[in-house]
């Protein structure tokens, strides 16, 4: 199943200081979600204990995050963070105006990555066009398969 921008359900950040995008929810009760959220002022995280929540960034303007006292920037498309869903995380600058995180909450267990995915998996999305998707749309299946494009994939 492909799954297009389009498709997306938009609502409140958690703590009410944003909107998110949701990608995929793998059930109401998830194990999995993918979401993408627009940051565009300095604000804290939502907290998600009992996940572990990887950050990327999707757009090319950078966020500067703290994430339990520790400074990271995200500068390039691809480049993430990962840490504990409960973990405090704030983004303290967006140097170059607002921008797009897709964030990835996961019971433990999952493996997320970006680029080609060294095994088959379940779930890809597309930060850029690829022969196979579209920039922002994704690739979801019950059964393990197998890609070499570049791209976000999960395997849960």
Do not use: C
Request: charged share 20%; glycine share 6%; proline share 9%.
């Amino acid at each position: 199943m492909v799954i297009t921008p389009a498709e997306w359900r938009s609502q409140p950040w958690k703590n009410g200081l944003g909107v998110t995008h949701e990608v995929y929810r793998d059930r109401d009760d998830y194990d999995l979600r993918v979401s993408v959220a627009d940051d565009v002022t300095p604000a804290p995280f939502s907290r998600f204990p009992g996940y572990h929540r990887w950050s990327i960034l999707l757009e090319p303007a950078p966020i500067t995050l703290v994430i339990e006292g520790v400074t990271r920037e995200l500068a390039h498309v691809g480049d993430f963070v990962d840490h504990a869903g409960e973990a405090a995380v704030q983004s303290i600058a967006l140097p170059a105006g607002p921008t797009k995180l897709l964030t990835v909450l996961a019971r433990p267990g999952a493996r997320v990555g970006v680029g080609a995915p060294p095994d088959p998996v379940r779930f890809v999305f597309a930060l850029a066009q690829t022969a196979d998707l579209a920039r922002w749309h994704a690739r979801v299946s019950h059964e393990p398969f197998e890609t070499r494009e570049a791209v976000l994939w999960i395997r849960f």
